[in-house]
């Protein structure tokens, strides 16, 4: 076997990647620790990849990491306070707080008690501004079927003086 042919076979990328199957993820530790080309091929690879991911990455705003930041702050005094449990402050909840055991390598399930489905406060306005557009368009359908109720009422009435006319009947 050619140890550069494997290399160009792209096994080493897919592993870097997480596409790799458990037999060829498995071949692949193997001949690293037989071969130590592979080793520095998959140390260049993940420095290349380290390397585009710094240049590609998006600074997020500092806001948001003030708010990450207190709230990892938070974790640790909690934890420092009741270890192998941890505090859930949630707004929805309101000033209540739950301890949840907390497990090691496990996410942690919460549930509010609030029922109520939030939205953010633009939509709110906007579907105030529906509702009301609504209800004007409502009273102008409204306004135009009686106006057409008695333009008709005025037409036939009309059409009933104008063949009396044609017949030669008096007006009364």
Do not use: C
């Not at 990647?17 to 620790?33: M, P, Q, R």
């Not at 993940?46 to 003030?66: F, G, Q, S």
């Amino acid at each position: 076997m050619d140890i550069n042919e494997y290399i160009k076979s792209g096994a080493l990328e897919a592993y870097l990647s997480g596409s790799a199957s458990e037999t060829e993820t498995h071949k692949l530790l193997y001949l690293k620790a037989v071969h130590p080309e592979i080793d520095d091929a998959l140390y260049r690879m993940e420095v290349d990849l380290e390397n585009l991911a710094k240049y590609m990455a998006i600074k997020p705003p500092t806001r948001v990491w003030d708010k990450i930041d207190d709230n990892l702050k938070e974790l640790a005094k909690t934890e420092e306070d009741h270890p192998g449990m941890l505090k859930v402050h949630s707004k929805r909840i309101g000033t209540e707080e739950k301890q949840i055991p907390a497990k090691d390598g496990q996410f942690i399930e919460v549930e509010g008690s609030s029922t109520h489905m939030r939205i953010h406060k633009i939509w709110r306005w906007i579907l105030l501004g529906i509702f009301i557009l609504g209800k004007i368009f409502l009273g102008f359908a409204i306004y135009y079927y009686l106006e057409n109720r008695q333009m008709m009422k005025q037409m036939e009435k009309q059409q009933q003086e104008l063949s009396k006319k044609k017949q030669g009947q008096p007006e009364k």
